[in-house]
Nanobody
Framework: QVQLVESGGGLVEPGGSLRLSCAAS????????IGWFRQVPGKEREGVSC????????YYADSIKGRFTISRDNAKNTVYLQMHSLKPEDTAVYYC???????????????????WGQGTRVTVSS
């Protein structure tokens, strides 16, 4: 059974940093594209970033480009989202998801991602 568990969310002041983790069981993450998404109540889910398998190509939404970095640690079967220069508009519940294909094809809408974590809340506020 595939399980993804996010952690690392919390309350941070504007300009601060957080690192989110997505730990997997029941699946070897390095075979697949892994995405990070976020959602604010009442708003559509937004694709944040995606990392492909093997060559580890990375993709980012324009809204976070240059501030967030996605990476994977295959030995730990974990994908990370390092977030810097956080803004109040980054406040959301962040989810990781696995697309059981190797590349980040059409990743931003998340429609092809088959396994999702429960989410971790990030609040950026002073």
């Amino acid at each position: 059974q595939v399980q993804l568990v996010e952690s690392g969310g919390g309350l941070v002041e504007p300009g601060g940093s957080l690192r989110l983790s997505c730990a997997a069981s029941g699946v070897t993450l390095d075979y697949y594209a892994i995405g990070w998404f976020r959602q604010v109540p009442g708003k559509e889910r937004e694709g944040v970033s995606c990392i492909a398998s093997s060559v580890a190509s990375t993709y980012y939404a324009d809204s976070i480009k240059g501030r967030f970095t996605i990476s994977r640690d295959n030995a730990k079967n974990t994908v990370y989202l390092q977030m810097h220069s956080l803004k109040p508009e980054d406040t959301a519940v962040y989810y990781c998801a696995a697309d059981f294909r190797p590349r980040c094809w059409s990743w931003m809408k998340g429609a092809d991602f088959r396994s999702w974590g429960q989410g971790t809340r990030v609040t950026v506020s002073s």
